[in-house]
């Protein structure tokens, strides 16, 4: 299994400001994936990083507005910029296990409030 | 566009008793669907999982039931334990990028 820690847990930030949340994995993976859960919702996937490359992002999510660094193997970074409040939500990163079982497992999250 | 659905909040189970959590799904481009288990302030933890080729897969206390004509899954928990009093996501992954379809998830409390 993968152990994957999240900094900062949690922030409480004002409007227009922007957040930078890091991931690092205690062990090498491809595919990196990062992921909000707003209040009462169930998880939406942002996008997928790989390192060396760009991420990959879903629809409805921008790189202007989730820019995400992979500089190696084991860390990545997730920036909210110029935040609202409707970017308050739980940010999880997430690695792909490997075996059969095709699950993910997830760090902690980061939880941010906007105000 | 809600491809995978819970469509049950919150689920109260006495103690010992069955839980049972449902899942249901609109695309068939999916190929396997996973269980995991949150708990507040951390990640969500798997569960199981199973493939779209199976109808059941079971481990331990856990058992998960694929009915592909229904686009229907269960997870089934057997006995019911406090500590399993957590919210619970279907999880479905797409096979054409790995992308997992997230469930709204299923607040699951198990009373003394």
């Known amino acids: 299994s993968a152990v994957i820690s999240q900094k900062p847990s949690r922030d409480i930030c004002q409007r227009g400001t922007s957040l930078t949340i890091q991931c690092q994995v205690d062990?090498?993976?491809?595919?990196m994936f990062w992921y909000r859960q707003q209040p009462g919702q169930s998880l939406t996937l942002i996008a997928t990083?790989?390192?060396?490359?760009?991420?990959?992002?879903e629809s409805g999510f921008v790189i202007d507005k989730f820019p995400i660094s992979r500089p190696n193997l084991t860390f990545s970074t997730l920036t909210v910029s110029n935040m609202s409040p409707e970017d308050s939500s739980i940010y999880l990163c997430?690695?792909?296990?490997?075996?059969?079982?095709?699950?993910?497992?997830f760090g902690p999250g980061t939880r941010l409030l906007v105000l | 566009d809600q491809q995978v659905k819970q469509n049950s909040p919150s689920l109260s189970v006495q103690e010992g008793r069955i839980s049972i959590l449902n899942c249901d799904y609109t695309?068939?481009?999916?190929?396997?669907f996973l269980w995991y288990k949150k708990y507040p302030a951390e990640g969500p933890t798997f569960l199981i999982s199973?493939?779209?080729i199976k109808d059941k897969n079971e481990d331990g206390r856990f058992t998960v039931f694929l009915n592909k004509s229904a686009k229907h899954l269960s997870l089934h928990i057997v006995p019911s334990q406090p500590g399993d009093s957590a919210v619970y996501f279907c999880?479905?992954?797409?096979?054409?990028?790995?992308?997992?379809?997230w469930g709204a998830g299923t607040k699951l409390i198990i009373k003394p």
């Open positions: 990083a790989n390192q060396g490359s760009e991420a990959t992002y």
């Open positions: 999880a479905a992954r797409k096979y054409s990028n790995y992308q997992l379809i």
């Open positions: 695309n068939s481009m999916f190929d396997y």
């Open positions: 199973i493939s779209s």
């Open positions: 062990s090498q993976v491809t595919m």
């Open positions: 997430s690695v792909e296990a490997s075996g059969i079982s095709h699950d993910q497992y």
